[in-house]
């Protein structure tokens, strides 16, 4: 019993031993631990924080790309517009120019501007309303200019009626001299 309880207490100091040289191991261990620990949490506010800056910088960026893309919208709008408006210009100013040679009594040349109007200019906008206009226009523009041109000559064949003595009287007295 006695070398029983030596024995004994002989592995119960190997075993205190052991637990004393791989306590101080354990206790290395766990003082790691706590370290790595601390250093986590540090590395976690460290993300949280970038995390934070990020949606921060990430929902400035959100909007500036937004704005921008909506400025590319418009700046296409803007250049369609322009584009159709450089189609449509050229017709206004034959149109202009069609008015202008009818109030000054052009009638010849209104009527070739009406007619390269008709067949050149609007066909290439007549989807556009305001040449809609223009085209159930054209039938009367012609019907008027050839009123004020019947008119016209009708006006200088009676001037010249009523002044047709005094023309014959003019002409024979220049081939008299």
């Known amino acids: 019993m006695e070398k029983l309880e030596a024995r004994i207490r002989n592995h119960d100091r190997e075993i205190e031993k052991m ?3 791989h306590y101080q191991g354990f206790v290395d261990s766990i003082t790691e631990l706590l370290k790595v620990r601390g250093e986590a949490e540090k590395l976690k506010n460290q ?5 934070g800056r990020l949606q921060v910088d990430g929902a400035e960026l959100l909007s500036t790309m937004k704005e921008l893309q909506q400025c590319r919208v418009q700046q296409r709008n803007i250049a369609a ?4 408006l450089n189609l449509c210009l050229p017709v ?3 149109y202009s ?6 109030k000054t009594k052009r009638h010849y040349p209104a ?3 009406l007619e390269q109007l008709e067949h050149t200019y609007l066909p290439q906008v007549s989807h556009y309303r305001f040449c809609q206009v223009m085209v159930d226009n054209i039938p009367r523009l012609r019907e008027e200019i050839k009123e004020v041109s019947m008119s016209d000559l009708k006006d ?3 001037s010249i009626r009523k002044h047709s003595e005094r023309i014959g009287e003019f002409a024979m007295k220049q ?3």
Not at 47 to 51: E, G, S
Not at 97 to 102: A, D, P, S
Request: net charge positive.
């Open 81 to 84: 517009t322009v584009d159709k």
């Open 175 to 177: 081939v008299r001299r």
């Open 97 to 102: 120019k069609l008015q202008v040679q009818m």
């Open 156 to 158: 200088f064949l009676e």
């Open 92 to 94: 206004l100013e034959m």
């Open 19 to 21: 637990c004393n040289f």
């Open 111 to 113: 009527l070739k501007t």
């Open 47 to 51: 993300v949280t924080d970038t995390n």
